[in-house]
């Protein structure tokens, strides 16, 4: 056949697969992905095209004038990066085939396959960035040629993680320098603390509790970091869609409470847990006190003790006067107390008896020891209620008894009396005082108590203890603090236990002893406290706040004596 | 000039009514005890609570010490010696009061922490109960005076004070007043042994300082209006009018201050009982019998 004038083309043939664009052959073949015969392409020398210097997406074989603008079609250099397609809405989705985007449903235009342009930066300040080479502004120093980032460099406040900038500065919450962070792969999620279900792109404020959100840990189980929902779950669900004329996201207290338990009175108010203790006026100190307010009504009361006492005889066998200075040394609030009763039990089970006058001296000092003890208690509780001056004074006697030999006592019994007699004439304190704390018939209460069993009977019980303990005093004659009989060599052979009780200002303790040659091997101790304790919760429950600790403030707890 | 005057007076009564409370609350009269106290409290430090809402917590003692001077504007000391002669004086002086609430919710709300939280609610939960036994008694003397301008309310005394011709209205203003003021004890919202300091807990330093001003001039106020409403502000013998209207505001403010700490606070529930179930009926009889006698008696 005659040869015929053909056009000569400057690239050689190349073979492609008609499915699969993207693989492309010097010679025939089969495709490698579906197995077609691979047909003669066009060579990759692409012919012109004609786009829009505005809308880059418009490529036209022929000039022309851009349908979006009107401008003139310049011609352009086919890129040689494959031409890619993505979504106006969604730049992240990306294809190399036109199509529909698949969140959105725009169809997807042509963009330019971005390679990054060389960039220019200062080695001294890498913040300093620029297309073109040339000198730092900060320091003079040339620029040298860097990989552009694929992510440019972020800067975040290490105090507030959610101020990220693109230029060095300062945090605008704090004023600390921003240091420069990686740039998240993934992207940052702000979440509410207490609804975990609201997540946001941008930090801001949740839009049901008003909270500041904060970013999200890549692996954040919900933990209830250092706060207490005061026992509601946060198995809420999603906030209802907006009703007709209201603002979206709006939720009615109903549902915003849904899930927190409810209140008795059936006025839902906000749950708090607040700490009363262990130093708040008005109540003993070491005394842990949490409550679970709903509103200003207590739903549920805590208590434990700071200070509970460690076990006696934990370093082994103490002898006698070993046990009993180190018992006294256990209960700062009523040492004469127990040290007389360590000495009863030791005597006891030594089968020892001491003599009238040294068990009148001792039950001169007991009875000095609960006056000084209901003083300290008359004080606390006027402090709680607001009667300045009585706290005083009663404070001002404390001081004065707890120590004083049996004259000075003695001197001071007017000024007691009359102490009693202002706070029984109080006006409305009485009053104040009725129903408070009120323990059923049958409660364990060991302490000073009347027959109408709540803080007002206590506190005309304790007065009266105080002018009998005086009466008893002055009959006494004496004041000692015990002292332990020394335990002979006969007695300290005997193996006894014995058991001994001492009515302490709170009610009675007991304690008993095991004596073993003299050194003493087991002791239990019961306290009257360690057994009002579990009185706080009955008493507490469902009263006003104000009522909750003035009942507490009655128990008159030692937290010394509550064993953990 | 007559500005001068004016805030010299309140200077030197915000001084005697702290001095007053101290000596109420210590048994000591201390002369520079109040300055004192506030070069303390300006060299403090002002610990703040974690994380406060800044705007509440801020502007809460502020806004009480805006308050109780707001109120006290038309408190007259002497004829022509009154910062502004408002017609409805008497009825200005309860709507400043009324932002007394705001500064307290605010204080209350502002620190993010129980015990303030606490205090504001219990405030919040009285107002009404007391802002009525405020408004009512006042009710009463303007129909005495037949006007709300409060140089009217004292000059229609001359004839009688009305503490004698009022006597319930002078008592029901007095224990609003005191409860308004939140002076012992009606202390609720900041129940030193109950609430640890309650709405005033959570202020240290400065913003402390502001904050017992504010209660001090508030104290004052309300001492200043039991004196114009029914002890004859001015009016009396011998001493200049001033002289007068000074010792009346003192005496009333000693009084109000003095029985706080002989008294035990009073229980929320208790006091809301007596405001609306004795206190509101009283001040309605009240009304009726000022009615009767103003039309009856030619005084």
Not at chain 1, 167 to 179: E, T
Not at chain 1, 422 to 436: D, E, Q, W
Not at chain 2, 218 to 238: C, D, E, K, Q
């Amino acid at each position: 056949m005659d040869l015929v004038e053909t056009e000569a083309t400057d690239a050689p043939a190349q073979y492609t697969c008609p499915m699969h664009p993207e693989v492309v052959s010097d010679e025939p073949g089969s495709c490698p992905k579906c197995g077609m015969d691979l047909v003669e392409s066009e060579p990759t020398a692409a012919p012109a095209q004609y786009s829009c210097p505005m809308h880059p997406e418009v490529v036209s074989d022929e000039p022309g004038s851009c349908p979006k603008c009107g401008m003139d079609l310049v011609e352009t250099e086919a890129s040689a990066a494959p031409a890619q397609y993505s979504c106006p809405m969604h730049p992240e989705v990306v294809s190399d085939q036109p199509g529909s985007c698949p969140k959105c449903g725009i169809d997807l235009v042509q963009t330019e396959a971005t390679a990054a342009p060389a960039q220019y930066s200062c080695p001294m300040h890498p913040e300093v960035v620029s297309d073109q080479p040339g000198s730092c502004p900060k320091c003079g120093m040339d620029l040298v040629e860097t990989e552009a980032t694929a992510a440019p460099a972020q800067y975040t406040c290490p105090m507030h993680r959610e101020v990220v900038s693109d230029q060095p500065g300062s945090c605008p919450k704090c004023g600390m320098d921003l240091v420069e962070s990686e740039p998240t792969a993934a992207p940052v999620q702000y979440t509410c603390p207490m609804h975990p279900e609201v997540v946001s792109d941008e930090p801001g404020s949740c839009p049901k509790c008003g909270m500041d959100l904060v970013q999200a840990e890549a692996n954040d189980d919900h933990a209830h970091h250092g706060h207490d929902h005061g026992g509601h779950d946060h198995a809420l669900g999603p906030a209802q869609p907006g009703v007709d004329g209201v603002e979206p996201g709006f939720m009615s207290m109903v549902e915003l409470t849904q899930g927190t338990p409810r209140s008795s009175d059936g006025l839902q108010m906000e749950w708090i847990t607040a700490s009363f203790g262990p130093f708040f006026p008005g109540l003993p100190g070491g005394l842990l006190l949490d409550f679970e307010l709903d509103g200003d009504t207590v739903a549920q009361a805590h208590v434990a003790s700071l200070v509970a006492p460690a076990d006696l005889l934990e370093n082994g066998p103490l002898s006698g006067v070993d046990f009993v200075e180190s018992i006294t040394r256990q209960m700062p609030l009523a040492p004469v107390s127990y040290r007389l009763l360590a000495c009863l039990a030791l005597e006891a089970a030594a089968n020892l008896r001491p003599s009238d006058a040294i068990a009148q001296a001792r039950n001169g000092a007991l009875e000095r020891e609960r006056i000084a003890s209901h003083l300290r208690w008359l004080s606390q509780l006027g402090r709680q209620l607001g009667l300045g001056r009585i706290a005083a004074d009663a404070s001002a006697l404390h001081q004065q008894l707890r120590d004083a030999d049996w004259r000075p006592v003695t001197a001071l019994a007017p000024r007691l009396a009359a102490l009693g007699e202002r706070v029984a004439r109080t006006p409305f304190l009485t009053r104040r005082l009725t129903g408070i704390g009120r323990l059923p018939a049958d409660a364990p209460w060991h302490g000073p108590d009347d027959e109408r069993h709540d803080a007002a009977g206590r506190l005309a019980a304790r007065l009266a203890d105080m002018s009998r303990s005086m009466e008893l005093i002055q009959q006494a004659g004496a004041i000692a603090p015990p002292e332990l009989t020394p335990i002979g060599e006969a007695a300290a052979a005997a193996t006894k236990s014995a058991t001994a009780s001492v009515q302490t200002p709170r009610g009675a303790a007991e304690l008993s002893v095991e004596l073993d040659a003299g050194m003493v091997v087991s002791a239990s101790l019961q306290t009257p406290s360690a057994r009002h304790i579990d009185l706080v919760g009955p008493v507490t429950a469902q009263r006003e706040l104000a009522d909750a600790l003035v009942a507490v403030a009655s128990l008159d707890l030692n937290p010394w004596e509550i064993t953990a | 000039m007559t500005t001068l005057i004016l805030l010299i007076a309140l200077g030197f009564g915000v001084y005697v009514v702290a001095l007053l409370e101290e000596w109420s609350v210590s048994g000591k009269l201390r002369l520079a005890g109040p300055a004192l106290a506030a070069l303390r409290l300006l060299g403090s430090e002002s610990v703040l609570a974690r994380k406060p809402d800044r705007l509440f917590f801020e502007s809460a003692p502020v806004i009480l010490l805006i308050a109780a001077l707001l109120s006290l504007t038309i408190i007259p000391l002497a004829p022509g010696l009154i910062a502004t002669d408002l017609a409805t004086g008497a009825l200005f002086f309860n709507a400043a009061l009324a932002y007394v609430l705001v500064a307290l919710i605010m204080a209350g709300w502002g620190p993010d922490g129980a015990y303030a939280m606490i205090g504001g609610w219990r405030f919040l939960g009285q107002l009404i109960a007391y802002a009525m036994l405020v408004v009512m008694p006042i009710t009463a003397v303007a129909m005495r005076a037949e006007s709300l301008s409060t140089v009217q309310i004292v000059t229609s005394q001359q004839g009688l004070w009305n503490i004698v011709y009022q006597p319930i209205g002078f008592v029901l203003f007095a224990i609003a007043g005191m409860a308004m003021a939140f002076v012992p004890p009606f202390d609720l919202p900041t129940g030193a042994g109950d609430l640890a300091g309650g709405v005033e807990a959570e202020y240290t330093g400065v913003r402390r300082l502001v904050f017992r001003l504010g209660r001090m001039v508030l104290i004052l106020s309300v001492a200043s209006a039991a004196t114009v409403f029914y002890l004859g502000g001015w009016l009396g013998p011998w001493l200049p009018g001033w002289a007068w209207s000074m010792i009346k505001i003192l005496i009333v403010a000693a009084l109000m201050l003095i029985g706080g700490p002989m008294l035990p606070r009073l229980r929320e529930v208790t006091f809301l009982a007596w405001c609306w179930k004795l206190g509101i009926p009283l001040a309605l009889v009240n009304i009726f019998l000022v009615g009767v006698l103003v039309l009856v008696v030619p005084l």
